[in-house]
């Protein structure tokens, strides 16, 4: 045999051999990545126990804001609301449905559509007084309460939905700063509270996680924002909010882009997961690498796995009359700025 042949036997032996052994554990065949990662194979199972307790139904209520979305493209009615889809679809994209809240209907339609979701989320947008903040701030408490009572509600508030709830909590109008941060894509440093127990960034993969510090996963799109000096000594945000991640502005001044409630299952992140996967117009500059993909993905999981820890099982027809399906959404992205899709409720 020649040299050659030598090796050729010698490779196709070795292939076969660890083929078969790949085959052997229990007759399946493991990819590599499969075999080296106990860590998600462990962690699964744990999951498993606690899976009978968890309610594999959630909705999520999203509250819907002033305005058409699209600077009168779509709509001038005066009292019009919207939902951009990317919202809805980051939730049914962690196994959630929504329904959606309309900032201006009457508190006890609200009330009853509170009844039927097992969390809420805040969007990002620009009203910031008035009837839509007097209805977010309500919708804001009855979360909290549902807390109290004993369920588990989680609240999310993206970019402006979650500078309102930090105003909200520090009950004081001035605690936001400007920030040089309009469409932004950003880094951010992780604070050790990001690895506690049922935190946002817990739920990351490790190799996603690594890499918020070195590739810019995430897009800012705002000009106001609190520092983490002020966050922790303002007596009321100190007491309710842990510090998960902070990001840095063009001007190199640090704000905080996540934070976390200690006791309540609140979370604000002013970075926006939705645009990641389903925003696209060139303006904005969202990032759509696979990675930053993988980052709207954990976020929704995280987020629609608290909401599997809500007991509220509300009656099945209701939720369906409910549902965001009962509205179809309208393209608003033609003009190549603004949100790709907007429901529109009027
Ligand atoms: C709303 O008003 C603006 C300004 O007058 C106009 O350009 C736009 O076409 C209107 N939108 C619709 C949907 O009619
Ligand atoms: C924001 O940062 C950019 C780039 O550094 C700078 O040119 C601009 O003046 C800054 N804007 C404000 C409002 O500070």
Request: proline letters at 4%.
């Amino acid at each position: 045999m020649s040299n050659d042949n030598v090796f050729s036997l010698f490779f196709f032996v070795t292939l076969f051999t660890c083929l078969v052994a790949a085959i052997a554990q229990d007759g399946h065949i493991f990819l590599p990545s499969q075999l080296n990662q106990d860590n998600s194979l462990s962690s699964s199972s744990s999951y498993a126990a606690a899976d009978s307790k968890l309610n594999q139904r959630p909705v999520i209520g999203i509250l819907s804001h002033p305005g058409d979305g699209s600077s009168g493209r779509l709509s001038n009615v005066s009292d019009v609301s919207y939902i951009a889809a990317s919202y809805v679809k980051f939730v049914e994209s962690g196994g959630a449905r929504v329904i959606p809240l309309l900032y201006n209907e009457s508190p006890q339609n609200l009330n009853k559509k509170l009844d039927l979701v097992n969390g809420v989320l805040f969007t990002g947008g620009w009203a910031t007084s008035g009837p839509y903040l007097q209805t977010l701030q309500y919708v804001f408490k009855k979360a909290l309460e549902r807390n109290d009572a004993g369920d588990h509600f989680p609240v999310l508030g993206l970019n402006l939905g979650g500078n309102l709830l930090i105003k909200i909590v520090a009950d004081q109008g001035d605690v936001l700063e400007t920030f040089n941060a309009s469409s932004l894509l950003s880094y951010l440093q992780l604070w050790s509270s990001a690895n506690d127990e049922g935190s946002l960034y817990q739920r990351f993969p490790s190799d996603l996680l690594s890499l918020l510090s070195i590739e810019t996963l995430v897009l800012h799109n705002h000009k106001y924002a609190i520092t983490p000096r002020k966050l922790q000594y303002n007596r009321n945000l100190g007491n309710f909010f842990d510090i998960l991640a902070t990001s840095t502005d063009r001007d190199d001044k640090i704000f905080v882009t996540t934070a976390r409630g200690k006791n309540y299952p609140v979370t604000v992140n002013l970075w926006q997961p939705e645009k990641n996967a389903f925003e696209w117009a060139t303006s904005l500059k969202a990032p759509h690498t696979e990675n930053a993909v993988r980052v709207t993905q954990s976020t929704a999981n995280f987020f629609v796995s608290e909401a599997r820890k809500s007991s509220n099982k509300p009656n099945a027809q209701e939720v369906r009359d409910n549902l965001i399906y009962n509205y179809q959404p309208t393209y608003g992205g033609a003009a190549g700025k603004g949100y790709d899709q907007v429901y529109l409720f009027q």
